[in-house]
């Protein structure tokens, strides 16, 4: 079916900065792991299970006791570059006519909204190759800058230490979400090579080559620059853990009439329900599995994990004196 799109997801990656025995990707953010949020988005796409391969590495045991399911696993022996890594999940492809979706395992900010901007950006172009930039009204992260030509066709991408000290002032990054034209990029993934400074074989170098073969490559802007941005650390994880909270807690006051006070000693985690006209006092964490009726009051000072709290009730640390 030429239409179908199958996916791609490279998680063979250590988790080296997070200083860790545990796969980055299956670090949690409120109590989901970092790789579920790009694979629900991926799942909302209309992409099934058994159309993502998760391409992994010694990582592999308990990636596939996480996730579970439908999911296809290629491995990647050797850790060479996020070309190597797509190289590894060639057999997996093989006689696949439609497109194919390459994503990175630890970017949980891939929203179901941007990969079909994407998938119509890629479609209407009649592209062989789209992929997503972010660009950052500040400095950016340590990311691929797109070059462009005098007429701003996408001509390349350069990875920061590979990059001139002219190319490092441009704000336009790389997102690492690509939508190829499957018969098109396997393949030319043989002629990239890992002349550059951290001698790795460069996904990102399929763009130039695609380009001097006369292929057609796009790129569409992201809404939001937060979707360039992996999680590569603890300080990462936070940060996203952060911003993810306040999303959450956004929705329950505007969408589902719920009060938080001082939300920022708070923390909703990942699929926690809240009923209507409850009020969450300050210093509570409602951890995964909780459900709270209409009427609530919970806290201060609460930690809830897996409850069922009726209508009506009051949970809080009450500490009595005399």
């Not at 025995?21 to 109590?31: C, D, P, Q």
């Not at 400095?139 to 070059?147: C, D, E, F, K, S």
């Not at 790389?174 to 890992?194: K, M, R, S, T």
């Not at 009726?293 to 000072?301: D, E």
């Amino acid at each position: 079916m030429a239409d179908k799109i199958k996916a791609v997801v490279l998680a063979a990656g250590r988790s080296t900065r997070m200083k860790s025995e545990r796969s980055k990707v299956l670090h949690t953010i409120l109590g989901r792991e970092v790789i579920r949020y790009l694979l629900d988005s991926l799942l909302a796409c209309g992409i099934s299970e058994q159309d993502i391969v998760i391409v992994v590495g010694g990582n592999r045991p308990e990636i596939e006791k996480a996730l579970g399911g439908k999911f296809r696993f290629a491995v990647q022996k050797e850790q060479l570059g996020t070309a190597h890594a797509l190289l590894s999940a060639s057999a997996l492809l093989a006689g696949h006519q439609g497109d194919l979706l390459v994503l990175v395992g630890d970017n949980p900010y891939i929203s179901t909204a941007e990969l079909q901007k994407l998938i119509a950006g890629h479609r209407r172009q009649r592209a062989h190759c789209t992929f997503i930039s972010a660009v950052f009204p500040h400095p950016p992260p340590p990311y691929g800058r797109v070059l462009r030509d005098a007429e701003g066709r996408v001509s390349g991408i350069v990875e920061e230490k590979d990059a001139s000290p002219a190319q490092r002032q441009i704000r336009e990054v790389n997102a690492a979400i690509y939508l190829f034209d499957n018969q098109a990029v396997f393949p030319h993934l043989a002629e990239i090579g890992n002349r550059n400074a951290k001698g790795e074989y460069y996904l990102t170098d399929i763009i130039e080559i695609l380009k001097r073969k006369n292929l057609q490559v796009e790129a569409v802007q992201a809404d939001d620059c937060d979707i360039a941005i992996g999680i590569n650390d603890r300080w990462d994880l936070q940060a996203a853990q952060k911003k993810f909270n306040e999303r959450t807690q956004r929705r329950l006051m505007l969408e589902d009439g719920v009060t938080i006070l001082q939300p920022e000693t708070v923390t909703v985690e990942h699929g926690v329900e809240v009923g209507r006209d409850t009020v969450i006092y300050p210093c509570t964490y409602l951890a995964a599995g909780t459900r709270i009726g209409k009427n609530c009051s919970i806290g201060p000072f609460a930690y809830l994990k897996n409850a069922s709290v009726n209508d009506g009730e009051t949970v809080c640390f009450e500490k009595k004196t005399g």
